[in-house]
């Protein structure tokens, strides 16, 4: 039985109070199976199989991505610069209307490539041909929370096929891959699906007992919208709907008022910050301060990378934590530890995984992460932790470990040929450009 010794390595272990600490790690059975602080006890030592020298890395929970669309990878730089619903309507919408099942394989696995080499161990995926992304998830190795995204705007009978096709994905993929794969239920938007659509995905995620996930006020002229079309604002109208009567994660959340923040908090509903995107996209900035100030669990989203345009956490949690400072005016909101926490810990309990991923802990999965910080942008070494949120890029990411499987070996990959993917998503990308 293979027992994985790290030794005098940093390790960083994400809990409420924060540890980071000098000293060494054993992974068996996909779970850490002990940690300490100063050197290797010799019984550990001696049941070690493997052992790596951690001298010159710091360890730390894989980062949660909780909101992207892993197969816009293939739409990466394709349409920049524009309002969102130009870029959706116009450009985005009618160039995913020619994706095929093999374009949403190559185009997530091109994602999986940048996830894995940027730290990303888990991901939450909203798409089309969802068992492409599931197949691209099981070789991978990566944990994801995967959904069939669903956009009402069509005939009834065109309606009633999406609903089962997310159904189905459901029931076939839940708890696959070793339990890696979730599965959540996706109506897209409240402004892309009718009420009474809406109500069906509600029932359907009562029934198969799984969360929620959908894009919600991350716009203005959204929420105005849906006050023309409902008489309220997206979040009493999803509240009437009863879809905060199952755990959901809503996207971006970017324009709430104080009632709606209290409501959010009031029923437990996470949400998924995407700061890049909202600023790509001029979309607004949303009330992270303010959000989390009413406990609100708010974790972090790269969005897909034909509106970021990468799938780096260590860059969003960058912006996250520098952007509520500089439009509150005030240096001390989201400070680092707040923002690593978001890229960690909090993704895990936005996704249900509390307690399984998000921190180095006894007994947890093994998803973990080795950054070098033998880099003079690590030096002096004052604060591990400020320097991951302001320091730290993706690149700085050597080895990844998922369920215990190590995905990335010394900046290469094991379980993924990234060659092959990036040419066959060049491939598909001048098939949809032709």
């Avoid at 994706?99 to 949403?104: L, N, Q």
């Avoid at 956009?151 to 096929?161: N, R, S, W, Y």
């Avoid at 409240?190 to 109500?199: E, R, V």
């Avoid at 849906?226 to 905060?244: A, I, Q, S, T």
Wanted: glycine letters at 8%; charged letters at 20%; proline letters at 4%.
């Amino acid at each position: 039985m293979t027992r994985l010794l790290i030794k005098q390595g940093t390790f960083v272990t994400i809990d409420e109070q924060f540890s980071v600490f000098q000293g060494w790690l054993a992974v068996e059975n996909g779970q850490i199976a002990a940690m300490g602080e100063g050197e290797v006890p010799q019984r550990e030592s001696e049941s070690a199989t493997e052992i790596l020298d951690g001298s010159g890395l710091l360890f730390m929970p894989g980062l949660i991505n909780t909101h992207g669309h892993a197969a816009m990878s293939l739409l990466r730089g394709m349409a920049d610069d524009l309002v969102l619903q130009d870029w959706l309507q116009n450009h985005m919408w009618p160039t995913e209307a020619k994706f095929t099942g093999d374009d949403v394989y190559w185009g997530s696995a091109l994602a999986a490539v940048e996830m894995i080499k940027s730290g990303t161990t888990t991901f939450v995926d909203m798409y089309d041909h969802m068992q492409r992304v599931a197949e691209v998830t099981e070789t991978s190795g990566l944990r994801a929370s995967l959904t069939r995204g669903v956009i009402g705007l069509c005939p009834e009978d065109v309606q009633k096929a999406k609903l089962e096709d997310a159904i189905r994905f459901a029931r076939e993929w839940h708890g696959q891959a070793n339990g890696r794969i979730n599965v959540m239920i996706s109506p897209h938007a409240p402004y892309t699906c009718p009420p009474d659509y809406i109500l069906k995905f509600v029932e359907a995620a009562h029934e198969l007992d799984l969360p929620m996930h959908t894009h919600m006020s991350e716009t203005l002229a959204e929420v105005e919208q849906n006050v023309r079309d409902y008489g309220c604002r997206p979040v009493e109208h999803l509240d009437r709907l009863g879809m905060f009567s199952r755990p959901t994660l809503v996207a971006h959340a970017v324009h709430l008022n104080d009632e709606e923040i209290a409501l959010l908090a009031e029923r437990k509903v996470a949400v998924s910050h995407n700061p890049i995107s909202n600023l790509k996209l001029a979309s607004g900035v949303a009330r992270v301060p303010d959000l989390l100030k009413a406990g609100v669990t708010v974790s972090l989203g790269t969005d897909g990378a034909a509106s970021n345009n990468n799938l780096d956490l260590f860059q969003e949690m960058t912006t996250a934590a520098l952007l509520h400072k500089g439009v509150s005016g005030d240096p001390t909101v989201v400070p680092a530890v707040e923002a690593l926490r978001m890229a960690t810990l909090y993704g895990a309990r936005s996704l249900g995984l509390e307690g399984a991923v998000g921190q180095l802990k006894v007994g947890l999965k093994a998803d973990i992460i080795a950054v070098n910080i033998a880099q003079a942008h690590f030096v002096p070494r004052t604060d591990y932790v400020s320097h991951l949120v302001y320091s730290g890029r993706g690149s700085d990411v050597v080895h990844v470990w998922v369920d215990g499987k190590q995905l990335l070996r010394d900046r290469q990959l094991t379980t993924l040929d990234e060659e092959k993917i990036m040419a066959e998503a060049e491939l598909c990308y001048r098939r949809l450009r032709a």
